[in-house]
């Protein structure tokens, strides 16, 4: 009798091992390539809102220092738009108009990225908000020249005035660059 017991047990054992492994990426595809590196970010800004001629589209410029895993410390800046919701329960939408850059404090590498996210208010305090954003990485320079990728971003930013504040964010994503010889 022990030794069915046993055998069951083990048998059981192997199935719950082969259904996990078969919940894991398989596929070639789902592995990241030799050429790839994760990226970690953290960054402080400084951020306006610039009105245009329709009142719900704000220029967004930013400027900051980021230090980045994969260049060292660096200048940051990004040109975009701020669009508000035209009818209530919409997100604020915050998209780049032209590609964001980190650029290495000797000025030898950057990277560039476009960005789409949404921006809620604090419900406690309307002075600060919530931003999430999406990174998709489209080139750079020295190293990073052709460079794909993704990531996520997250900000909190305080505003001192109502066109106007700092921010800080954290990013999380990989970088694809070509790698020696493509």
Same mark, same amino acid.
């Given at each position: 009798?022990?030794?069915?017991?046993?055998?069951?047990?083990?048998?059981?054992?192997?199935?719950?091992?082969?259904?996990?492994?078969?919940?894991?990426?398989?596929?070639?595809?789902?592995?990241?390539?030799?050429?790839?590196?994760?990226?970690?970010?953290?960054? /402080?800004?400084?951020?306006?809102?610039?009105?245009?001629?329709?009142?719900?589209?704000?220029?967004?410029?930013?400027?900051?220092?980021?230090?980045?895993?994969?260049?060292?410390?660096?200048?940051?800046?990004?040109?975009?738009?701020?669009?508000?919701?035209?009818?209530?329960?919409?997100?604020?939408?915050?998209?780049?108009?032209?590609?964001?850059?980190?650029?290495?404090?000797?000025?030898?590498?950057?990277?560039?990225?476009?960005?789409?996210?949404?921006?809620?208010?604090?419900?406690?305090?309307?002075?600060?908000?919530?931003?999430?954003?999406?990174?998709?990485?489209?080139? /750079?320079?020295?190293?990073?020249?052709?460079?794909?990728?993704?990531?996520?971003?997250?900000?909190?930013?305080?505003?001192?005035?109502?066109?106007?504040?700092?921010?800080?964010?954290?990013?999380?994503?990989?970088?694809?660059?070509?790698?020696?010889?493509?």
């Amino acid at each position: 009798m022990k030794k069915i017991h046993a055998v069951k047990i083990l048998a059981l054992g192997l199935g719950c091992a082969a259904l996990v492994g078969a919940g894991a990426p398989s596929k070639a595809g789902d592995n990241l390539p030799a050429n790839a590196a994760a990226l970690r970010a953290n960054a /402080g800004n400084k951020f306006a809102l610039v009105p245009t001629g329709n009142p719900y589209v704000f220029g967004h410029p930013v400027d900051g220092v980021a230090q980045v895993s994969l260049l060292g410390n660096c200048h940051f800046h990004g040109e975009g738009e701020v669009r508000l919701p035209a009818s209530p329960n919409q997100p604020i939408v915050i998209v780049s108009t032209s590609p964001w850059t980190l650029t290495a404090s000797n000025g030898t590498n950057s990277l560039q990225f476009d960005v789409q996210g949404t921006a809620t208010f604090d419900p406690v305090n309307p002075n600060f908000a919530n931003l999430t954003y999406t990174a998709t990485f489209v080139g /750079g320079t020295g190293a990073f020249v052709g460079a794909t990728g993704t990531a996520t971003f997250e900000v909190t930013a305080q505003f001192e005035s109502a066109l106007e504040g700092w921010a800080t964010w954290t990013m999380k994503g990989y970088v694809l660059t070509r790698g020696p010889g493509r």
